[in-house]
Every structure is written in structure tokens, then in C-alpha cells.
């Protein structure tokens, strides 16, 4: 199964994609994480990445085509993957279109004003990458993975939420014309595992099809 999450950044798309991983062996691919670490890298490649998320500005669609397309051609792949935060926009996912046709579009859907409130108590550790929230009960602001300290994002205060939330809202719309009637619609205002429920429902439906 090729999975695409839509979702506006806080959506809680991420989480929902880790229980899918879980139950359906799949690869959950967030072009966001590929990117931070290409950022971290040393290489051209990486400094040019890293100056556009300083900026709070998305890397351009070329660049970041070409690093998902080298990570979709690896072995874990074989059998599907979940797109998470990939593609943001129509022109993105014309060009997704061509190298590839996924099954299902999965959209999460949060109020703007939940999703703010969501993205800027988040935190995240520099050394694993897990996500924490500083509104989670047993916050402790050291990651509960392995310890270390956790960090605000540059794209997670306030003016780049901003950013992205309006990009997000622009963008969105296309990109569900685009898809049609592979769209499905998930609301995220309750718990991970509420909103998780009709999801496993329908895709362990698409999956005794197939
Ligand atoms: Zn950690």
C-alpha cells in the first residue's frame, strides 16, 4: 500500500502514520526528517537545505524530489510506505504522480486555531528526533527516549507557524481536487487512537481487496 498523509503541521499526521507503520509493516517517509538530516550532513547539498528551514521558507521542489525519490528506491520500501508531509502542494504531487500511483490519500483535519495552540508547546530532541509537547502530562523538557534535552524548532515558533499554516491553507485545496476519490477524511480533535479507529477500519478494508 502507497499511503499519502495530508495534514497541516501539529495535525497529529505524524502519529497517526507510526501506528499504521505498526500494524501494516510500512515505512512511515516524512520528507521533513529526510531533509533535517541531509541539513545536518556537511555536504552542499545539506548547507543549502539547512539556510532555507533556517528561514522558515519550504526547500524548493526539485531538491526535495530528488532526495524522497533515492529514499523510496530502498529495500523497506518494497511494499509500500506512508508519505508523511509529502507532497505539500499540486505541483508537487504532478511530479509524484509520474514516478509513482498511490492507493489512498489520508487527510487529517484540526481547526487552525488547535493547531497553533499544538505547534508551539512542541518540542523535539536533537539527538533521536522523538516529538514531545510541553502540555504532555510528565513533561519533563528531557526526551523520554533517551534523555537528552529537548529543543523548540525554528519552524515550530511562532511567525513560522504562521508561515506554514497559511502555505498549508493555500495549498490544501488543489491538492484534494487532485487526489478525488482517493481522499479520505480524518478529523484529529480526539485522542491519537479516536482518530486513529475509522483509519485502521478502512485500510484493513483496502487491504483484504488487494
Ligand atoms: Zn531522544
Known sequence: MKLILLGAAGSGKGTLAKKITQDFGIPQISTGDILREIAKSGTELGEKVGSFQKQGILV????TFEVLKQRLKQKDCKN???????????????????FT?????IKVDLPFDELERRLVSRRQC???GDI???NYPGYTGKCRKCGEKLFQRNDDKPEAIKVRLEAYKNNITPL??????????VSS????DETYAPVKAFL??????N
Open 176 to 185: 484534494v481536487s487532485f487526489y478525488g476519490d482517493k481522499v479520505f477524511n
Open 80 to 98: 509500500g510506505y506512508i508519505l508523511d508531509g509529502y507532497p505539500r502542494t499540486l505541483n508537487q504531487a504532478k511530479m509524484l504522480d509520474k
Open 204 to 209: 484493513k478494508k483496502l487491504e483484504a481487496k
Open 189 to 192: 480533535v480526539g485522542s491519537p
Open 126 to 128: 536533537a539527538k533521536c
Open 60 to 63: 524548493p521542489d526539485e531538491i
Open 132 to 134: 514531545d509537547n510541553i
Open 101 to 105: 500511483k498511490v492507493d489512498v490519500v
